[in-house]
């Protein structure tokens, strides 16, 4: 029976007019969810498929509004050559920020969607249409970048009330024109959550950790090594085994330092010699003590 391929989810699209970042975060009582519900592309838009969903929508949407539809003519269309639109939910976000949404009139209780300013958040099989009401107000209320705003989203939807069949797994989906590994892809925030028990607080652990190792240092925590930092820094490489003297010479301080960087994939936060992102140091600090 098809409705035994029914996907209860919520979900949240979003833009930034400011970096041109596109993207979806998304819940499910679903496992996978993320190989689903999330689909976008950088200067085209964001969708997230989802109910009985109809993956189909995600490329077939994406190229729509590659051909310059807008989101509601997309949706339109989609629905329009879909004879099981009835059973299907989407939220489609274009790169001007323009969003729509749709649910069918067969998707189980709760379900629903709201637009505002640059977001679309929708649901089926939900507890009360707070929960995606709370996730459009969480977004628009937040601060800092798309994703940040995206993950405030789906915590306050899950604090709202959530999947009334309960959790199982999470993802958040985001693309910025050259914002991938190195430069060298659109893909720039890609994570999901399969299987856990609590899967949007999983899935925000993971994204500090992505932010950590991939997202850029920040001016005022670039320090200066000398005095008590530098020693503390020779403290703790020779702790983790990075040195073999607490007391090394230069050359060996900062060969080992680099090791340090490198086997940790810190490369993007690596500084000039002399200089270091205290977050590496905060990082160093918490894998010594947890030796």
Request: glycine share 12%; with cysteine.
């Amino acid at each position: 029976m098809k409705h035994s391929k029914v996907i209860a989810t919520y979900s949240i699209v979003g833009f930034d007019p400011q970096t041109g970042e596109l993207g979806v975060a998304v819940q499910s009582k679903f496992l996978g969810v993320g190989a689903v519900v999330p689909w976008a592309k950088a200067g085209v838009g964001a969708i997230a498929t989802q109910a009985f969903a109809n993956p189909a929508y995600g490329p077939d949407g994406l190229q729509l509004l590659s051909e310059g539809l807008s989101a509601q003519e997309t949706v339109d269309r989609l629905i329009e050559n879909d004879p099981e639109a009835a059973d299907r939910q989407v939220g489609i976000i274009d790169a001007e920020g323009r969003a729509a949404t749709f649910t069918g009139e067969r998707c189980y209780d709760w379900a629903g969607g709201v637009t505002g300013k640059h977001y679309t958040a929708q649901g089926n099989i939900l507890v009360n249409k707070e929960t995606v009401t709370e996730m459009g107000r969480a977004f628009e209320s937040s601060e800092g970048t798309l994703a940040d705003r995206l993950l405030a989203g789906l915590e306050a939807a899950e604090k709202a009330g959530g999947d009334s069949r309960g959790r199982q797994s999470a993802a958040i989906y985001v693309v910025k024109e050259k914002g991938g590994y190195g430069g060298l892809s659109d893909v720039f925030v890609d994570l999901r959550v399969d299987d856990h028990p609590e899967p949007i607080q999983e899935l925000s652990r993971i994204y500090k950790l992505q932010q950590l190792y991939f997202g850029e240092s920040k001016q005022g925590n670039i320090k200066r090594l000398e005095g008590e930092l530098e020693e503390s820094v020779v403290h703790h490489l020779y702790r983790t085994g990075f040195l073999a003297s607490e007391q090394p010479d230069s050359d060996d301080f900062y060969e080992a330092l680099t090791t340090f960087l490198h086997r940790e994939n810190f490369e993007g936060r690596e500084q000039d010699k002399g200089w270091l992102d205290l977050e590496v140091y905060h990082f160093l600090e918490r894998m010594d003590s947890e030796r």
